[in-house]
């Protein structure tokens, strides 16, 4: 089979579960060294052991990705076990309550934008260096539907996807002369465990009801998956700060 990832670091976020556990599988199949990390403890040995029992490397790192300590650490155990970050899957996040701008929490919005864009870009800060060292990486957000357009979540988590956006382009023009890619996928509906709670009587849910019935039945995390080790992939090499909607069309809708 196809080992084109044969020795290659690859730190996957939210490796527990849905794509990002897809993800995982998916690049140890190519022979990558994979750092699992997942607030969920459960989830994350599941995967290494599934790794190893397939004859892969893998190492679980288990914390809440929204803290630096957390962070920092995942970075070392990358260092330290497999010798750098070649790869940096940003894809760890939550759903929000489909709330619009005027139902917010501060309590919501903290956590959203915590988890779903400062998380990212705590860990994106801390591989950096090691990328610039070795003079070659590529980090690979999931970004969503969402980052694309007002219909496909809350208030809360599309503002934060859209930060994703943002934040895949810029270190995409600003990384582009040290051998360094940044690239995002757009997940429309994809088979996860990921939970939305909404009250389905507030104007957010009732607002994006209309939208959300045009998505038909969600994608395979595997369909997601193969995008995102494309994009990590020296095939696309000269592929740098795109959003790629893995979505059946939806975007072109
Ligand atoms: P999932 O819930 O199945 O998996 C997400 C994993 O991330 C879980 O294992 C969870 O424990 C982990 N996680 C969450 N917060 C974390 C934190 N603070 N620190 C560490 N780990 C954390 O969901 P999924 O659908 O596979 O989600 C993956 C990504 O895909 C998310 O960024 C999500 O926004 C995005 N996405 C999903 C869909 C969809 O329809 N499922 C659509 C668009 C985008």
Do not use: C
């Not at 679980?60 to 750098?84: H, I, M, P, W, Y």
């Not at 994106?124 to 007002?150: D, N, Y």
């Amino acid at each position: 089979s196809n080992k084109e990832f044969a020795g290659r670091s690859v730190i996957v976020t939210g490796a527990g579960s849905g794509i990002g556990r897809a993800t995982a599988l998916a690049f140890a199949e190519k022979g990558a060294r994979v750092v699992a990390a997942d607030l969920n403890a459960q989830g994350a040995a599941d995967v290494v052991r599934e790794i190893g029992a397939a004859g892969g490397e893998a190492v679980a790192v288990v914390g809440d990705l929204s803290g630096q300590e957390v962070v920092d650490g995942l970075v070392t155990t990358a260092v330290e076990t497999f010798g750098g970050v070649d790869v940096l899957v940003n894809n760890a996040g939550i759903m929000d309550s489909m709330s619009a701008a005027g139902d917010v929490t501060d309590a919501e919005w903290e956590r959203l934008l915590r988890v779903n864009l400062t998380a990212p870009f705590l860990l994106t800060r801390a591989v950096l260096p090691h990328m610039l060292e070795a003079g070659r990486g590529s980090i690979v957000f999931t970004a969503s539907e969402a980052s694309l357009r007002g219909s496909a979540a809350g208030a809360a988590y599309t503002a934060a996807k859209h930060g994703i956006a943002g934040l895949t382009k810029s270190i995409a023009v600003t990384y582009r002369q040290s051998g360094i890619r940044a690239n995002a996928i757009a997940p429309g509906g994809t088979a996860t465990n990921i939970q939305v709670n909404a009250d389905p009587d507030a104007l957010g849910p009732r607002a994006l009801r209309a939208y959300m019935g045009n998505v038909g039945q969600p994608a395979g995390a595997g369909t997601q998956a193969a995008a995102i080790v494309f994009l990590a992939s020296e095939a696309a090499g000269n592929i740098n700060g795109v959003i790629l909607p893995v979505d059946n069309g939806w975007a072109a809708v």
